[in-house]
């Protein structure tokens, strides 16, 4: 390896042997020092990795508290943060099987450094310090999870937040982390029996409901919901057996008023007009089934084994009904006389208008599996192990089916309108037709757009199917340390496999078969249909609607196979990865000084070998009926990462610490651009020319030789912790046995960090490929002897980008009782994040924006709790950002979201005595704000590319916490 790359770890290295050496001197505490030692507290059970040793006793750690409504979740999240022996964000159940918020993105997305994205009205998809959902990973209970996904990006809705003790963000690895993230690792912990002091049980019921009213009917959807779940934890035979049942059951509906324009071209004047949209009403239900049993057994002091089971079943079904109005791209035409503002016609009149009305179904269906077995051994007062297995997979199946009805087949047969259009200040395009769509509406294909594959087009079918499976094995060792400057050495190995498939099946749907060229094919078919206006928002009035699934039940709709219709290379593919991963870590606990010193250094060596299958189509093959020839196209590579890392904590005092780290980390490619399909050409113009750019041979495609981007990563934080006044309200148990509850609670805290980027894939770039295996490739032998090359050009990805990330970010979380006792019970939650990025491609000099990050992102939550009664407000911010949405033929693209807030609150009452004890009611709302979702184009938010509208959404509940 090249020195220059190595200078991090140099870095590492030589900062953390001349701390030592340094401490070594200095591991013997003071008098005064041992004293205090004496009197701090034991380290908390929710600190998996802390130790509690006769020995050594040098670090302040906080100890949870009972959970008992968002006070003590606050309280329990600010110990796991100070306590983390790297730079973390937490956030811990307000009871048993209730973390804060609507769902687990909702409640990490509060976090400081993260912001979430909503897709179909819901949090979905986390952002990391301005780095998006590619450049993060997902654990639970330390074990390596799969996405539903058909990527790496982990659906954090796929997760009941109730299986959750807690969660932690780490922002900065340690060198035992394994699976650990570029940008950052979230760990998800569930509940472990056996940290519990005795049985506790909680069950929770909420009723759910959207303010709007149902936008389109059908089966599998409604306008009302239900959230009920339940926890069990029990221990037996005198503590050594431990046991957590819990069962989900949700429908979480969503109404979304989504508009799709086409783009905005230019019109015989120069100015930017809206040149067609696609427009829904569509009803959204989430329905889930999910399972959680942990079994921990501990039979003496030396073993602790622990099996982990969740499941979870979901389906999530739309019922779309609305109307696609091509424009400027059509045969319409642009009236004269429309309003122009600042260079776009944002009024005025389409003639010849022929709509393609829609009733569409999307369903999702999936299942995610997760096995854990964790054995944790105690050799001795020095040496443990652990020996971890875990097991997750993810099964999911889509079905996009679109139907299609008008006034005739193709613009030149049946009725067109003449339609006013307005684009409205808040992005929403809004038209006026004239004709009536309830009469004289027929099945069709109403644009011709089948006419190229020789079929009429009444309607397509994409049915996508990942599996995606990851196994892992780790083994362990930890030898601790009763002096010197070291409180243990870790070292182990661990290794996983990952598979992920990816699978798409497609048909257009016809009336009858036939095709056109055959003279046998079907151009309109009559249907029943009921008069509804899902448009109504967009002053669209009523048009037929009907369930397109009992069309293709009598026959009247039959569906031809075609293959990537919509794709410039075959969509299928498969992934498989092995990396093994040796590790060293030194953990630090001693003084530097008269300051206390604690952390960790080492490093982590991954290899990894990657292997990826796709597909192309054979020369000459149909592409539509059930003609496809497909020829297997297999890639492979392999690559071995050394990252380093080194977290110092510099406790200053008892409230004060600052928190440096320096990593290098990575992010693996997108799986879908591991793909090694191609879509392959040839050009019989250049069949003699020896210039590879200008070859008989060129492709688009993926690149299964795709290597990760890299990371050098830096963090600095400082966070005191307050202390003085009454601190948080805590019962008098706590009162007792808090830190946070005697010493007042709260902290301020201000970080910055700065990653600079390298191997960053260019998705747009182009690499040589040799295409000698792909001949004849329809040549004659004589052409074969004329080719000059068999090398050629793939447009696809590759690893040539480079930049940075950088950014600080405050936080200050403050109880208002240490500024007045006249507030007590009152506080703030208030969080500040500004980022910034420069990526650079070559050949083009001008610095882009990293996907997914928003400049500036803020939190404020303002909270009251009293008696039992909890009242809290919230706001989220982000400022615009590219993001992901669904582009054709269920493919991602990237678009610019346009930012902005989003308001939440909740009010409880918790009976705290008497008969009722224990009960609690909640009343709660989010997206209050009914904040639009828009994207846009050209830097112009009028440009809007997609509008949506999700409404309020509301939440009333009752809880009951068994005594």
Known sequence: MVLKHNVLAMAVASVCLGVCATAYAGTAPSASQQQDTQDQAQPSSIDKNSKDTDSKHKTKKLQAVEVNGFISSIENSTALKRNASTI?????????????????????????????????????????????????????????QVSTSNNRDVEFDQYPSSWFDNVVVHLTPSAALIGQG????????????????????????????????????????????????????????????GVTLGVDLESNPSQIQHQQPWGYPNDNDGNAVIGGAKNFGISDTMKRRGVLATVQWQPNEHYTGTVDLTYDNFKEVQQAKGMEFPLWWSSAQLQPGGTVQNGMVTSGTYGSVKPVIRNDYN????????????????????????????????????????????????????????????????????????????????????????????????????????????????????????????????????????????????????????????????????????????????????????????LIDN??????????????MPPNWKVREKTLTPFVQFNLDTYLGGVNLRGNF???????????????????????????????????????????????????????????????????????????????????????????????FSASGGNAKLKPTMADNYNVSYEHYFSGGNGYECNAADAKTSDLCRSGGGYFALSGYFLKLKDYINPNAAYLYDFSSFLPFGLTPVQQAQLGTTQGIVSGPTNDGHGYVKGGQVTLNLPFNLVTPALDGFGAILTGNRTKSSLVFPGNSTPITVPGLSKWVANATLYYQHNGFE???????????????????????EQTIQGGSTYDAQVSYSFDSGSLKGLTFIVQGSNLSNKIFTTYQNNDPRQVLTWERYGRRYDIGVSYKFQ
């Open 363 to 550: 369903s999702t269906s999936a299942r995610v599996y997760n096995f854990n077995w964790d054995n944790k051994f105690t050799i001795d007062e020095n040496w443990t192990a652990d020996l971890d297995a875990n097991y997750s997979r993810a099964t999911r199946r889509d079905i996009n089916l679109e139907s299609y009805s008008g006034t005739g087949f193709t613009p030149a047969n049946g009725a067109t309108d003449t339609l006013g259009f307005v684009e409205r200040s808040n992005g929403l395009l809004y038209l006026t037709p004239s004709l009536d769509y309830t009469n004289g509406v027929v099945l069709t294909d109403p644009q011709g757009w089948g006419g190229g594959n020789d079929v009429v087009q009444a309607g397509f079918i994409n049915a996508p199917h990942t599996v995606d499976y990851l196994a892992n094995l780790r083994l362990s060792v930890e030898r601790s340390f009763s002096s010197g400057p070291f409180s243990s050495m870790e070292f182990g190995v661990a290794h996983s496999t990952r598979d992920k498939s990816y699978h798409i099946d497609q048909s257009f749907l016809t009336l009858g078969g036939g095709t056109i060229s055959g003279g046998n094919a079907v151009t309109t078919a009559p249907f029943s249909g009921t008069p509804c206006s899902p448009l109504s928002w967009m002053g669209v009035p009523a048009q037929l609607c009907y369930n397109p699934f009992d």
């Open 602 to 696: 080492g490093v982590q060596a991954q290899h990894t070998t990657q292997r990826a299958t796709g597909e192309r189509v054979a020369p000459g093959s149909a592409i539509t009926g059930n003609a496809i020839t497909l020829i297997p196209v297999v890639g492979s590579t392999s690559y071995t990462k050394a990252l380093p890392s080194a977290n110092l904590i510099f406790g200053f005092s008892d409230n004060d610490d600052l928190r440096v780290s320096a990593a290098r980390t990575l992010a693996r490619p997108r799986m879908d651009q591991m793909n090694a399909s191609l879509g392959v050409s040839g050009n019989i113009t250049r069949l003699q020319s020896t210039d590879p750019n200008q070859a008989y």
């Open 88 to 144: 973390v964000e937490a956030v811990s159940a307000e009871q048993v099987g209730k973390l804060p918020g609507v769902s687990i993105a909702d409640t990490l997305g509060r976090l400081p450094g993260l912001a979430v994205q909503t897709i179909s009205g819901r949090p979905q998809v986390l952002t990391i310090h301005g780095l998006g959902p590619d450049f993060s990973t997902a654990l639970v209970n330390g074990g390596q």
């Open 555 to 568: 026959g009247t709709l039959q569906q031809v196979p075609t293959f990537g219709s919509s794709l410039s």
């Open 182 to 241: 570029l940008a950052g690792t979230v760990d998800m912990h569930t509940i472990r029996p056996l940290e519990k002091s005795g049985p506790e049980a909680a069950l929770n019921a909420h009723y759910v409901w959207n303010d709007m009213s149902q936008l389109a009917n059908g089966p599998g959807v409604s306008d009302k919901g239900y959230n009920l779940n339940g926890v069990w934890v029990n221990q037996f035979a005198d503590h050594t057996l």
């Open 871 to 893: 009242a809290r407000v919230s706001d989220s911010y982000r400022s615009s950002f590219l993001g992901r949405v669904s582009g054709i033929s269920a493919s991602r693209i």
